[in-house]
């Protein structure tokens, strides 16, 4: 079992920044890749940005040139570093872990922008 504590989420203006941490803890052995999914009311929950376990990173089009992700290995911490904050960046942002198929959830971070 992987558990998944998110910590970073808030209330910002547009334009602003946060910064989203997820510490991994438990059988973090053979974590393939970890990121971030995002849900907003009434919509899907979609895919924000992932990181592997080589390093290479993949994101959603609308937050590319304005989120980066990047790991600590050695805390086995991920970091979501979030610039020009838009209100469509609303929501509530989920770490996520996969290890061997299984896909593992942290409990989420309330992320709220206003205009």
């Known amino acids: 079992q992987v558990q998944l504590v998110e910590s970073g989420g808030g209330l910002v203006q547009a334009g602003g920044s946060l910064r989203l941490s997820c510490a991994a803890s438990?059988?973090?052995?053979?974590?393939?890749?970890m990121g971030w999914y995002r849900q907003a009311p009434g919509r899907q929950r979609e895919l924000v940005a992932l990181?592997?376990?080589?390093?290479?990173?993949n994101y959603a089009d609308s937050v590319k040139g304005r989120f980066t992700i990047s790991r600590d290995s050695a805390k086995s911490t991920v970091y979501l570093q979030m610039n020009m904050l838009e209100p469509d960046d609303t929501a509530v942002y989920y770490c996520y872990a996969n290890r061997y198929g299984h896909n593992y959830w942290g409990q989420g971070t309330q992320v709220t922008v206003s205009s």
């Open positions: 438990g059988s973090i052995f053979s974590i393939n890749r």
């Open positions: 990181i592997t376990s080589d390093g290479s990173t």
